[in-house]
C-alpha cells in the first residue's frame, strides 16, 4: 500500500468521527502549548535574573572576610576567627596591576533626619569608586568625592525614595540631615533607579567608608568590590587580591573571592533545572492526551469492526490494519502538535506584549521536544488499539455477532 | 482447483463442542458453478469462510490450486485472499465514508497497486456493472441492488478465479436479487469459479451443481 493512500485513508476516516477528532487534536495542542507556555515562563525567569546580575557590574569580584568551607565538613571551633578586612586591606588590593579599581562596603542601619522627619534606613558606607562599580549615577548634585579613603567626611548621597520621604519637594542639596548623631551635609540625590540585586538603592544613603565605620564603630569592612580591567584579567584578579591580603594577614588565606560569573552560573543552573521541571510537568498533559488517543482508538476500533473484518477479507494483512490505525493516531498527535505549537507561541506572543519587562522565550528544545514527545505518545500509545484491532477475528467482525 | 480433505471446524460453546464442519471433503474445479444449501445453521458460511481463509480449521487439509493453504503464514493467506479470493456479502459491508469507486478501489489500494491502472481497473469494473454513473455516490445514497453490484465489482476488481458469495440477495428485493444472480453468472462464463450460499431453491437450482449440508456435513 502506497504511503499517500495510507494517509488519505487515515483522513478519511478521522474525518467521518469529526467531534471526536477535534477533541483529540485539542486534547494534544493544549498539552504541546502548556509545554511551550510553561518552559518560556522558566526561560523567562533566568533570562531575568541574568540581565538583572549583569546589571550589577561586569568584570566584578566581590571579597568578603572569612574562608568559605563549600565543601562542606565542620567549620573549626576553636581559634580561627577570621581577620576582619580593614580599610587599609582595601589600598592594598588597588595594587594589583590587573585591579581597575576597588570599592569598600561598609553597611548598617540608622535613622536618618531631616528636621521632624526621621526614617530608619540603611547606610552604606564607600568611596567614589562604588558609583562606577555598580553603575549608578545621581539624578541631581554629585557622588561623593574623590578622596583618601580612610578619611572621613561628612557628606552623603541620598536614595531617590528616602530624599522624597524627607524633602519632599524641596531641594536638599546642601542641606544637612541627621544620621543617628552625627550629622552630615547631602551632596546629591541618586537616579530614581529602584532595585539593583535585591538591594533597593531608593531606600539607602550613602556615604564615606571611614565616616560609616565611625558611625557604626567598627574597623572592618562588611565587603570590598574589585573591578578587573577586562574579562580576562579576573583570574590574575583574584589570585592578586588573595596573595596580598595573605602576606597582610600572616600567611593566612581568610577571605573568600566571588566572581560574579560564578553566581550568574549557579542561578542559571538553578533555573534551567526549574525550567526542565515545568516542561516536565507540562509533559504529563502531553501523556493524559496520548492516553486518551489511546482510549479513542480503542472505541474506534470497536466502531470500526466490521470495516477491519472487511479489509481482512480483502487481503490486508495484520501488520497492514496496524500501519492504517497507528497512521491515525500518529496524524492526530502530529496534527495536534502543530495545533500545540501554533497555540504556544501564539500565547507567548500574547505574554510578551503584555508584560514587555519579562523576556518569554520558550526555548528551542522545548519547541521540538514537545512536538517530539506528542508524536511519541501518539504512536506508543496508538500501538495497542492498532494490535487489538490487527487481532480481531474476521469472521465474527463481518458477521457482526 | 479447490480440494478439502476431511476439514473439521468445531466450536466451544460453553463446556459444548459444536460442530460447524465435520469431516468435508470437496472437490471444485476450476470455473465450476455451484450454490450450497442446507438449513439454517448447518454449516453453509463456516465452509464458505474455510475456503475463503477467513476461518481457520481444526483439522483437514485445504489446496488451493494445487498448495496446501492450511500450511501458509498469516501474512500468506492474507496474500491468497487478496489475490484468488473475491468475497459478497449479505450485508454488502462497504465502508460509509468512501464513494461507490473508492470501495471498488479499496483492494487494490490495499495491494498498493499503482493509481493510474487502480483507476482504469476500477472504471471498468464500474462500467461492467453499470455503475458508472453512480461513481462518486456513497453507499447510503444507492439502493441496496446498486450497493451489491458495487460489492462485486470490488469483488472482481482484483480478477479472482473464486468468488464466494453469503446469500447476496438475502436483503434485496426478487427482482434486484434475480439482477445479482445473473450478474454473478456472466462473471462465472466468463471463467470465475462462484460458490454461492443460497436459501433460496429457486436460485439454488440454477447452478450446475448443488451441494446440501447438515449438521456441518456435506450430503451430496
Ligand atoms: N463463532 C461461533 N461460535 C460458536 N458457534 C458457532 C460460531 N459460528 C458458527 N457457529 C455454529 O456453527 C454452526 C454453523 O453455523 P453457520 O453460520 O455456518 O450456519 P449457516 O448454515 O450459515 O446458517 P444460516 O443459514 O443461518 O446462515 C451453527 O450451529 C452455529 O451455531
Ligand atoms: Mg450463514
Known sequence: MHIDDVIQFSFHALQSYRTRTYLMLLAMAIGVASVILLTSLGEGARIYVTQQFSSLGTNLLIVLPGRSETTGGMPPIMGETPRDLTLQDVMAMQRSRHVKQVAPIVVGAAPVSYQQLEREVMIMGSTANFFSVRQVTTSRGQI????????????????????????????????????????????????????????????????????????????????????AHSQDEMDKAREDVISIIRERHDGEDDITVLSQDALLSTFNRILTALTYSLGGIAAISLLVAGIMIMNVMLVAAAQRTTEIGLLKALGAPRKQIILLFLTESACLSLIGAMLGLCFGLLGNWILQRYFPDFPFQAPDWALWSAVAVALSTGLIFGLLPARHAADLDPVLALSGR | MIKLEHIARTFKVGDELVHGLDDVSLDINDGEYISIMGPSGSGKSTLLNAIGLLDKIDAGRYFLDG?????????????????????????????????????????????????????????????????????HHRPDQLSGGQRQRVAIARAVVTKPVVILADEPTGNLDHASGIDVINILETLNKQGITLLLVTHDIELGERAHRIIHMMDGKVLS
Open chain 2, 67 to 135: 498448495t496446501d493453504v492450511t500450511e501458509l503464514s498469516e501474512l500468506e493467506q492474507a496474500g491468497v485472499r487478496r489475490e484468488k479470493i473475491g468475497f459478497v456479502f449479505q450485508t454488502f459491508h462497504l465502508i460509509p465514508r468512501l464513494t461507490a469507486a473508492e470501495n471498488v478501489a479499496l483492494p487494490l489500494t490495499l495491494a498498493g497497486v499503482e493509481h493510474e491502472e487502480r483507476k482504469q481497473r476500477v472504471n471498468e469494473a464500474l462500467q461492467s456493472l453499470n455503475l458508472t454513473d453512480r461513481a
Open chain 1, 144 to 227: 561623593l568625592p574623590e578622596m583618601e579613603i580612610s578619611r572621613a567626611s561628612p557628606e552623603c548621597v541620598l536614595g531617590y525614595s528616602l530624599y522624597k520621604e524627607l524633602f519632599g519637594s524641596l531641594s536638599p542639596l546642601g542641606k544637612w540631615v541627621r544620621v543617628s548623631e552625627y550629622r552630615c551635609r547631602v551632596i546629591g540625590v541618586l537616579e530614581e533607579e529602584g532595585m539593583s540585586m535585591g538591594m533597593d538603592m531608593g531606600e539607602m544613603l550613602i556615604m564615606h567608608a571611614a565616616s560609616a565605620q565611625a558611625l557604626f564603630n567598627v574597623n572592618s569592612v562588611f565587603r570590598v568590590l574589585v573591578e
